[in-house]
């Protein structure tokens, strides 16, 4: 550690104020405006503006130990935790929630200094390692936190190190929202390139419908059945990409349930499976040498060979118009969901001969594997910046950061 630096404990540079028993804040108590109650989306998102519930002023005086002022952090305690947000000036007046706590530093410590630090990795490391609860964490006790080391130099050097990490991260915000829209401008290009290839497909005065079309369309099982490690997979939506099938993780089923699943039809190489829902529209092709069945809310597809080619409507689906259409009679209040007899009855105008299908397939096959070297690029400059990020941060409590980045 850096020459001049002290090791304190986090209980001796602040004071600690865990929310309300949730009791003590039941729904039936809120009023339409008044004192604010604030919640862990606070923490998480960094903003004091969004209030969802309120307090009137006799409930306020009764809980004004848990009130929040400007200055002090709060860092969220279950769930998405270890999140801290500064509270800055002028925020409603209000008190917080169960789900929060409150950290008032001290005159020893910056309260900036102390946000960056709890965002380290040293801290976050320790805070998992004392949180309880299996399923959803849950910050360990005030008591235990208060235990937890923080390397803490003079306030001079306090202030220097947040200046530079200051300079720093902003240039790291400002790389990162760059690789963000490149990112998305890659996508947009091939969903753009694909709009444009089947822009004629939906409208016309000659179309054919996906029943004329195909072989056979034919719905899973509607069945439940035991996973096990071995065996053969059963697709569900989950395994449905954009074109392909993702069989990492899928679920397997013994060879009785894979015959009793492909009694009416043994999906077969090309054939294509169409998700219903969750995420409804998602469409890959079998390749060669799988042996699936059908999962839950899944459709199996077989293209006539002599009038289009599988991976040619595989790309027609996923544009934009055509999965637009598709879903605009879809069932259910929460999950969308595509009808047996939609998917049956979709008009394709102006279906293009076999060699032109095969033509526009080379040329998606091809700007897809160059959209996906860019995403791929660009998904690594963000990763390389976060981790850059962490480095940084480790350094300035380390000592380490002796002049400006």
Not at 243 to 265: H, K
Not at 268 to 283: F, K, M, S, V
């Amino acid at each position: 550690m850096k020459s001049g630096w002290e090791v304190k404990r986090l209980g001796e540079v602040c004071s600690f104020i865990r929310g309300p028993f949730g009791g003590s804040l039941k729904k039936n108590i809120f009023k339409e405006d008044g004192y604010a109650v604030y919640e862990q989306q606070h923490a998480i998102y960094d903003q004091f503006d969004k209030i969802r519930y309120f307090i009137d002023e006799k409930k306020f005086n009764e809980m004004k130990r848990f009130e929040l002022n400007s200055g002090d952090l709060i860092m969220s305690c279950s769930g998405t935790m270890g999140k801290i947000a500064v509270v800055p000036k002028n925020i409603k007046q209000g008190i917080i929630n169960q789900a929060l706590l409150i950290l008032s530093p001290s005159k020893k410590v910056s309260n900036i200094f102390l946000k960056l630090w709890m965002q380290s990795e040293n801290f976050q490391d320790s805070l998992k390692k004392y949180s309880q609860g299996a399923a959803i964490q849950n910050v360990a006790s005030v008591k235990i936190l208060k235990e937890i080391e923080i390397p803490l130099p003079p306030l001079p050097e306090q202030q220097r190190i947040v200046a530079i990490l200051d300079e720093a991260f902003a240039a790291i915000a400002k790389a990162k929202t760059n690789a963000e829209q490149n990112l998305k401008n890659a996508k947009e290009l091939f969903e753009s390139y694909l709009q444009s290839v089947f822009e004629n497909k939906l409208h016309g005065s000659e179309f054919e419908t996906l029943d004329s079309l195909c072989e056979l369309i034919v719905d899973c099982e509607h069945k439940t059945a035991p996973i096990q490690e071995t065996g053969y997979p059963s697709i569900r939506t989950p395994n449905i990409g954009k074109g392909v099938l993702i069989l990492d993780g899928v679920n397997r089923v013994s060879e009785e349930t894979y015959n009793e699943w492909t009694r009416r039809a043994i999906p077969q190489t090309d054939d294509l499976i169409l998700a219903r829902e969750a995420p409804a529209g998602n469409i890959g092709v079998i390749p060669e040498n799988i042996k699936v069945c059908l999962g839950q809310r899944t459709v199996l597809i077989r293209p006539k060979k002599n009038k289009i080619i599988s991976k040619f409507l595989a790309y027609l689906i996923l544009s934009k118009d055509v999965q637009e259409q598709l879903l605009s009679h879809s069932t259910g209040a929460t999950v969308e969901h595509i009808n047996m007899k939609d998917i049956r009855a979709f008009k394709i105008f102006n279906i293009s001969l076999i060699t032109e299908q095969q033509t526009i397939v080379q040329k998606l096959d091809a700007l897809l594997v160059e959209t996906k070297q860019l995403e791929a690029i660009y998904q690594q400059k963000i990763n390389d910046l976060d981790e850059l990020k962490k480095s940084i941060l480790q350094k300035a409590f380390a000592g380490e950061l002796c002049y400006r980045l």
